[in-house]
């Protein structure tokens, strides 16, 4: 008995399909206004979505951070893009009806040298943009000894559930930091028990509390208000509550705030 193989009927054609190039020929030019469509609507979205969940940026780091998830964002669109228009095309037109098994298809990807190198080298191309940026971004800035002014220092120190701070010059705060806008600060952070993670979320400092070891991050504010800590890493039970406040005020407010602290622990 000889099985044979039945394969979908051809698309009707025309002589105008015949003079055109293939990607201008349905299905092709079909799934290309689809993609063109979703490419617009992505970057709408990476434009305006990411600053609006992060919020307003309150140092440069936090503003790099939401310039890169833009523009990774933007990148990516197009490629998304793709592989929603295609399955939008094949869930609408390409779907199989019916009880019976799909025929064959007669059109294999593979093979197809145009679509390989195109893929091959889109992916190259988003790849080296992916690796250029992050090795500018990686680049150390500038130390400590380079600083004319040297930073605030501040403590951090983690601990089943709360952030505590000191300074090294004396003054104690318990549970609130102040911090002076426009000066460059050096958190140096540890752990008393268990790994934490201590993030500055508008400032966008996030960096391991480790027992034993004390990891440094360095930011500076640019405005002043009060942004969120909070641990980013779990820790037990009332992770959820690991939270605080920092408060970042001009330099004449972080003086009489110092000296208020002076005068309490004298």
Same mark, same amino acid.
């Given at each position: 008995?000889?099985?044979?193989?039945?394969?979908?009927?051809?698309?009707?054609?025309?002589?105008?399909?015949?003079?055109?190039?293939?990607?201008? &020929?349905?299905?092709?030019?079909?799934?290309?206004?689809?993609?063109?469509?979703?490419?617009?609507?992505?970057?709408?979205?990476?434009?305006?979505?990411?600053?609006?969940?992060?919020?307003?940026?309150?140092?440069?780091?936090?503003?790099?951070?939401?310039?890169?998830?833009?523009? +990774?964002?933007?990148?990516?669109?197009?490629?998304?893009?793709?592989? +929603?228009?295609?399955?939008?095309?094949?869930?609408?037109?390409?779907?199989?009806?019916?009880?019976?098994?799909?025929?064959?298809?007669?059109?294999?990807?593979?093979?197809?040298?145009?679509?390989?190198?195109?893929?091959?080298?889109?992916?190259?191309?988003?790849?080296?943009?992916?690796?250029?940026?992050?090795?500018?971004?990686?680049?150390?800035?500038?130390?400590?000894?380079?600083?004319?002014?040297?930073?605030?220092?501040?403590?951090?120190?983690?601990?089943?559930?709360?952030?505590?701070?000191?300074?090294?010059?004396?003054?104690?705060?318990?549970?609130?930091?102040?911090?002076?806008?426009?000066?460059?600060?050096?958190? &140096?952070?540890?752990?008393?028990?268990?790994?934490?993670?201590?993030?500055?979320?508008?400032?966008?400092?996030?960096?391991?509390?480790?027992?034993?070891?004390?990891?440094?991050?360095?930011?500076?504010?640019?405005?002043?208000?009060?942004?969120?800590? &909070?641990?980013?890493?779990?820790?037990?039970?009332?992770?959820?509550?690991?939270?605080?406040?920092?408060?970042?005020?001009?330099?004449?407010?972080?003086?009489?705030?110092?000296?208020?602290?002076?005068?309490?622990?004298?």
């Amino acid at each position: 008995m000889t099985i044979t193989e039945t394969k979908p009927p051809a698309p009707p054609s025309s002589d105008d399909d015949g003079a055109r190039p293939g990607w201008l &020929r349905p299905p092709i030019s079909t799934i290309l206004v689809i993609w063109a469509a979703y490419t617009a609507l992505l970057v709408v979205f990476a434009l305006i979505v990411p600053y609006r969940l992060m919020g307003d940026p309150a140092s440069s780091t936090m503003q790099e951070i939401e310039t890169t998830f833009t523009s +990774f964002t933007l990148l990516a669109a197009p490629v998304a893009a793709m592989v +929603f228009a295609i399955c939008t095309y094949s869930i609408v037109v390409w779907r199989h009806r019916g009880t019976e098994p799909p025929p064959a298809t007669d059109h294999p990807v593979r093979g197809n040298t145009r679509l390989e190198a195109a893929w091959v080298l889109g992916s190259a191309v988003l790849c080296l943009v992916l690796l250029i940026w992050g090795l500018v971004v990686i680049v150390p800035g500038p130390s400590e000894a380079d600083s004319a002014t040297p930073p605030v220092v501040v403590d951090v120190t983690g601990q089943q559930w709360v952030w505590s701070f000191s300074y090294p010059d004396g003054h104690q705060v318990t549970d609130t930091p102040y911090l002076p806008v426009g000066q460059r600060v050096l958190f &140096r952070v540890s752990s008393k028990d268990v790994v934490h993670s201590f993030w500055i979320v508008e400032m966008g400092v996030k960096i391991d509390a480790n027992p034993g070891e004390t990891t440094t991050a360095t930011v500076t504010p640019f405005k002043t208000g009060v942004f969120t800590i &909070r641990c980013a890493e779990l820790c037990g039970v009332y992770h959820a509550y690991m939270q605080t406040t920092v408060h970042v005020v001009s330099q004449a407010d972080y003086a009489d705030w110092l000296a208020s602290t002076e005068k309490a622990a004298s």
